[in-house]
């Protein structure tokens, strides 16, 4: 397993091990604002009120999780190599 730059994504409202995240969820087209829902092992599934023990990130919080999370599992998957971002094309180079 490759060592990462950064496993904790820090932001102003929560401290998230990225490590520990499943998957994220996009707030659906017809939500007031855009937002970003993290799904973590310890979440769980409540029928009709959905999950719980999810942090949700908006704007800037929500794309910076994005990128330290792209970052992360591009150096799990492939060592620390030069990383472009998909979204933005920012370039890393480690």
Not at 38 to 60: C, F, Q, R, T
Not at 66 to 78: D, V
Not at 85 to 90: A, D, E, L, T, V
Request: proline share 5%; with cysteine; charged share 25%.
């Amino acid at each position: 397993m490759s060592k990462v730059t950064e496993s904790i994504f820090n932001s102003k409202r929560c401290i998230i091990p990225l490590s520990k995240v499943s998957w994220i969820e996009k707030s659906p087209p017809c939500a007031t604002y855009d937002s970003i829902s993290i799904i973590m092992e310890s979440s769980n599934y409540v029928d009709g009120e959905g999950w719980s023990n999810a942090p949700s990130l908006m704007d800037e919080d929500a794309e910076n999780f994005l990128k330290a999370w792209t970052r992360y599992r591009h150096e799990i998957e492939n060592g620390k190599e030069t990383f472009t971002c998909p979204k933005k094309n920012i370039q890393n180079d480690y």
